[in-house]
Protein backbone atom coordinates (compact mmCIF):
# COMPACT_ATOMS: atom_id res chain seq x y z
CA UNK A 1 0.00 0.00 0.00
CA UNK A 2 1.50 3.97 -0.71
CA UNK A 3 0.16 6.98 0.45
CA UNK A 4 1.13 10.21 -0.69
CA UNK A 5 1.98 13.43 1.66
CA UNK A 6 2.41 16.63 1.93
CA UNK A 7 4.27 17.54 5.21
CA UNK A 8 4.90 19.97 7.65
CA UNK A 9 7.16 19.08 10.02
CA UNK A 10 9.60 20.35 12.99
CA UNK A 11 11.70 18.29 15.01
CA UNK A 12 13.77 19.38 18.67
CA UNK A 13 16.04 17.82 21.20
CA UNK A 14 14.21 17.24 24.48
CA UNK A 15 10.92 18.59 26.19
CA UNK A 16 8.24 20.33 23.72
CA UNK A 17 8.60 23.84 24.22
CA UNK A 18 5.98 24.78 27.11
CA UNK A 19 3.85 27.56 24.68
CA UNK A 20 3.54 24.46 21.92
CA UNK A 21 2.15 22.31 24.58
CA UNK A 22 -0.19 24.92 25.53
CA UNK A 23 -1.07 25.48 22.04
CA UNK A 24 -1.27 22.30 20.98
CA UNK A 25 -3.94 21.14 23.48
CA UNK A 26 -5.90 23.81 23.59
CA UNK A 27 -9.66 23.14 22.05
CA UNK A 28 -12.04 20.47 21.23
CA UNK A 29 -11.57 17.70 20.32
CA UNK A 30 -8.55 17.48 22.56
CA UNK A 31 -5.67 15.68 20.70
CA UNK A 32 -5.02 11.76 20.50
CA UNK A 33 -2.22 10.52 22.88
CA UNK A 34 -0.78 7.30 20.72
CA UNK A 35 1.26 4.93 22.68
CA UNK A 36 4.82 5.68 23.30
CA UNK A 37 6.79 3.22 20.65
CA UNK A 38 10.23 2.76 18.88
CA UNK A 39 10.99 3.14 15.45
CA UNK A 40 14.10 1.73 13.88
CA UNK A 41 15.80 4.31 10.83
CA UNK A 42 18.12 2.87 8.50
CA UNK A 43 21.17 4.93 7.88
CA UNK A 44 21.61 6.07 4.54
CA UNK A 45 24.57 8.07 3.49
CA UNK A 46 24.21 11.20 1.52
CA UNK A 47 20.55 10.37 0.61
CA UNK A 48 17.98 13.21 2.46
CA UNK A 49 15.01 11.89 -0.15
CA UNK A 50 14.35 8.56 1.09
CA UNK A 51 13.96 6.62 4.30
CA UNK A 52 13.65 3.52 5.28
CA UNK A 53 12.33 2.49 8.59
CA UNK A 54 11.08 -0.81 10.53
CA UNK A 55 7.74 0.33 12.30
CA UNK A 56 5.40 -2.38 14.29
CA UNK A 57 6.07 -5.13 12.31
CA UNK A 58 6.19 -3.05 8.98
CA UNK A 59 9.03 -1.74 6.97
CA UNK A 60 8.23 1.82 5.56
CA UNK A 61 10.01 3.61 2.58
CA UNK A 62 9.47 6.87 2.03
CA UNK A 63 10.52 8.87 -0.83
CA UNK A 64 10.35 12.99 -1.50
CA UNK A 65 9.05 13.52 -4.41
CA UNK A 66 9.73 17.98 -3.83
CA UNK A 67 10.25 20.51 -1.23
CA UNK A 68 8.30 23.44 -1.54
CA UNK A 69 10.53 25.81 0.11
CA UNK A 70 9.98 28.42 3.36
CA UNK A 71 6.61 29.02 4.05
CA UNK A 72 5.36 31.64 6.38
CA UNK A 73 2.34 30.01 8.48
CA UNK A 74 2.49 32.86 11.43
CA UNK A 75 4.92 35.64 11.57
CA UNK A 76 6.47 33.34 14.38
CA UNK A 77 6.01 29.82 12.83
CA UNK A 78 7.49 29.08 9.29
CA UNK A 79 8.41 25.82 7.77
CA UNK A 80 9.12 23.34 4.61
CA UNK A 81 6.01 21.83 2.85
CA UNK A 82 7.51 18.46 1.37
CA UNK A 83 5.84 16.25 -0.74
CA UNK A 84 6.10 12.51 0.09
CA UNK A 85 5.04 9.38 -1.15
CA UNK A 86 5.49 6.33 1.06
CA UNK A 87 4.96 2.72 0.90
CA UNK A 88 4.41 0.43 4.16
CA UNK A 89 4.78 -3.47 3.67
CA UNK A 90 4.00 -6.03 6.20
CA UNK A 91 6.77 -8.01 7.64
CA UNK A 92 6.65 -12.03 7.77
CA UNK A 93 6.82 -13.67 11.27
CA UNK A 94 9.92 -12.76 13.06
CA UNK A 95 8.55 -13.16 16.47
CA UNK A 96 9.29 -10.58 18.91
CA UNK A 97 12.68 -9.88 17.62
CA UNK A 98 13.53 -7.53 14.84
CA UNK A 99 17.38 -8.50 15.61
CA UNK A 100 17.80 -10.40 12.36
CA UNK A 101 16.95 -7.40 10.59
CA UNK A 102 18.92 -4.86 12.35
CA UNK A 103 22.65 -6.51 11.60
CA UNK A 104 24.54 -4.37 11.50
CA UNK A 105 23.23 -2.51 14.36
CA UNK A 106 25.60 0.45 13.34
CA UNK A 107 23.37 0.83 10.45
CA UNK A 108 19.96 1.58 12.35
CA UNK A 109 19.31 4.48 14.68
CA UNK A 110 16.28 3.61 16.79
CA UNK A 111 14.04 6.59 17.69
CA UNK A 112 11.69 7.05 20.77
CA UNK A 113 8.19 8.44 20.20
CA UNK A 114 5.29 10.17 22.26
CA UNK A 115 3.27 10.95 19.56
CA UNK A 116 0.24 13.41 20.03
CA UNK A 117 -2.14 13.87 16.93
CA UNK A 118 -4.49 16.61 16.23
CA UNK A 119 -6.93 15.90 12.70
CA UNK A 120 -9.05 18.16 10.77
CA UNK A 121 -11.47 17.72 8.31
CA UNK A 122 -11.86 20.21 5.48
CA UNK A 123 -15.24 19.67 3.47
CA UNK A 124 -16.02 21.50 0.27
CA UNK A 125 -17.18 25.01 0.64
CA UNK A 126 -17.17 24.56 4.54
CA UNK A 127 -14.84 26.10 7.26
CA UNK A 128 -11.90 23.45 8.66
CA UNK A 129 -13.12 21.74 11.82
CA UNK A 130 -11.21 19.96 14.46
CA UNK A 131 -12.56 16.23 14.22
CA UNK A 132 -12.15 12.93 16.17
CA UNK A 133 -11.76 10.76 12.93
CA UNK A 134 -8.36 9.83 12.82
CA UNK A 135 -8.33 9.66 9.06
CA UNK A 136 -10.28 12.07 6.60
CA UNK A 137 -10.76 11.75 2.89
CA UNK A 138 -10.31 15.57 2.87
CA UNK A 139 -8.43 16.82 5.81
CA UNK A 140 -5.06 16.43 7.99
CA UNK A 141 -4.00 15.33 10.70
Not at 114 to 121: A, D, F, Q
Request: glycine fraction near 8%; charged fraction near 25%.
Amino acid sequence: MFFPTLEVRWFCPGAIPEQVQEWFTRGDPAPAHEPSRVDHYLRLQRSHGLGIKLRQGSIEIKHRLHQYGNINFHRHVTGVIEHWRKWSLPLAATGESLDGLLVPRSSWVAVRKERMLRSYRCDVGEQIAATTELYTERGCH
